[in-house]
């Protein structure tokens, strides 16, 4: 799932939750949540395999989905800062994933293989990109429909 997903759905979890500890626990079960349901994302290969001078394009559609995900959140939603919170706890996951390739360990290989190879296990099943694609808009949608 992009970024955009996960903030968006975490910023829900922020707005409807005033317990901030609740708020931090729930926006990193529902990224988990959504990475359930069949998705693309985009590829940031030359990061994982540290190639450093081929890897502008990858920052850059990671920074621009991170951008455009704080947009979503500030142009539709009432700025409070446990939507922000909610926001960015929700893709510390894929952040872990990122270092994981970067700085691997034991405790972030586990997670690698509990996020990867466990919860997205749809992503290697034969789905078409159509449905992969419509998941995402659906969960963009709703959660810009619950933030107003």
Request: charged fraction near 15%; hydrophobic fraction near 55%.
């Amino acid at each position: 799932m992009i970024l955009l997903a996960h903030m968006l759905l975490g910023a829900v979890v922020g707005y409807y939750t005033k317990n901030i500890y609740l708020a931090i626990m729930l926006a990193l079960l529902c990224h988990y949540f959504l990475d359930l349901f069949p998705h693309i994302e985009y590829d940031i290969k030359n990061i994982k395999e540290k190639n450093w001078k081929k890897s502008l394009p990858d920052f850059l559609r990671v920074g621009l989905d991170f951008l455009l995900g704080l947009a979503l959140i500030f142009a539709f939603s009432k700025n409070q800062p446990m939507i922000y919170v909610g926001a960015i706890v929700a893709i510390v996951p894929d952040g872990l994933t990122v270092l994981s390739s970067v700085a691997p360990n034991k405790i972030l290989s586990a997670h690698d293989w509990a996020h990867i190879k466990k919860i997205h296990f749809l992503k290697y099943k034969k789905i078409s990109n159509v449905w992969r694609i419509l998941t995402q808009v659906a969960a963009t949608v709703i959660c810009i429909t619950l933030l107003r």
